[in-house]
């Protein structure tokens, strides 16, 4: 019997037939979220369709985003700006496959993303000495060894998005240079010149600027819909306020403002923290941590649709229908138009992004 056992196991193995583990496998998280706890130490959190936390992952620091695999229930947290961390985390034991060290000269800027094979990942990076932004490769079946590396077409590079069906990426240089030695002091303000770069195997196949009078507006933050179309959120460094601070953009298109009324814009105090499409991609939706606001926009008119309050509110992601939303005040829920719906979290005090899974 223990004979025939060992046979039909062996060949179960060899036939590749056991199962793979998938996301249920770690809880059937929706999002993934970094967060600080009451007692100092900060976490990386597996967060439900219906807000309940499946799974709690220590980090050595404050996280800012997360890569999520696109095919194994892994995820890469990244360390905030100037971090030079990333831990490679399996979601359902919770053990720490790999730790990934940015080279010297060099710090992460938060984000990632992953071939459509899962292969590679991909880190944006300042190469804080030469003053350049560039793109970290990292081999994914090699235990995530670094292989290669390029430039991200600008200064500042900072979230970094793959458009869908594709191994086409798209990634925000913000154009402000800092280095370690000045902390987060930024070092060239009146020269700044943000775009977004878009490359396939390394290469810049497009970038897009925007109009010289906003070369203040650094672009940060950035989502993909499922046609391809580019939203990004801006965060302003001039004196005065903005006239604007959301855009959109396709490969071969023009770049398209946001048209938001000034007194809409003035309580976003110049900052967008992250942002998000819809699920069917007909709405844009952007957060201000600092001035509390949610702003929806209709993507294809690009007018202003609702507006609304939450303290500290940073964190956004689609849900089937509405957003998701997280705040650092522990606040967390969903917006449907202008109804919210938000659970208290004292236990967690969210960080900047919602990663949808």
């Known amino acids: 019997m223990q004979n025939g056992r060992r046979s039909f196991l062996g060949g179960v193995l060899a036939a590749g037939l056991i199962p793979k583990p998938t ?5 059937a998280p929706a999002y993934l979220a970094a967060a600080a706890t009451p007692d100092g130490s900060y976490v990386l959190c ?11 992952l220590p980090l050595p620091a404050r996280g800012h985003a997360a890569a999520a695999h696109p095919i194994r229930p892994e995820a890469v947290a990244f360390a905030r700006r100037p971090g030079t961390f990333a831990l490679v ?68 590079p900072h979230e970094i998005k793959r458009l869908p069906a594709s191994d086409t990426f798209v990634v925000a240089n913000g154009g402000i240079d800092t280095h370690p030695d000045s902390g987060r002091t930024k070092l060239n303000i009146p020269t700044m010149r943000p775009n977004l770069a878009y490359f396939k195997e390394g290469e810049i196949v497009e970038t897009a600027t925007i109009p010289q009078d906003m070369h203040k507006n650094s ?19 001039g004196d005065g306020h903005p006239t604007a601070l959301v855009g959109q953009h396709q490969l071969g298109g023009d770049v398209v403002f946001a048209q938001t009324p000034e007194n809409a814009l003035r309580d976003m105090e110049g900052y967008i923290g992250s942002i998000a499409y819809a699920a069917d991609g007909k709405t844009i939706a952007v957060t201000s941590p600092r001035g509390g606001k949610v702003h929806t926009y209709d993507a294809q008119k690009m ?12 964190g956004i992601a689609p849900r089937p229908q509405g957003f998701a939303l997280t705040a650092g005040s522990g606040d967390m829920g969903y917006l449907l138009g202008k109804r919210q719906q938000l659970n208290a979290d004292p236990q967690h005090q969210w960080d900047n992004h919602l990663v949808a899974l």
């Open 46 to 56: 597996g967060i439900g369709d219906d807000f309940n936390i499946v799974f709690e």
């Open 89 to 156: 985390i399996d979601c359902v034991s919770g053990q720490i496959k790999a730790q990934l060290h940015s080279p010297e000269g060099r710090h992460f800027y938060g984000h990632g993303a992953f071939s459509q094979d899962g292969n590679w990942l991909l880190t944006t990076e300042n190469d804080y000495e030469a003053g350049r932004g560039r793109i970290g490769v990292w081999d994914a079946a090699q235990n995530y060894k670094r292989v290669g590396e390029f430039d991200s077409g600008g200064i500042g």
């Open 219 to 237: 672009i940060r933050h950035i989502a993909v819909s499922a046609a391809g179309s580019v939203a990004f959120g801006m965060q302003w460094q």
């Open 303 to 314: 007018t202003l649709r609702d507006v609304s309050d939450l303290r500290d509110v940073c």
């Open 23 to 27: 996301w249920a496998d770690a809880g």
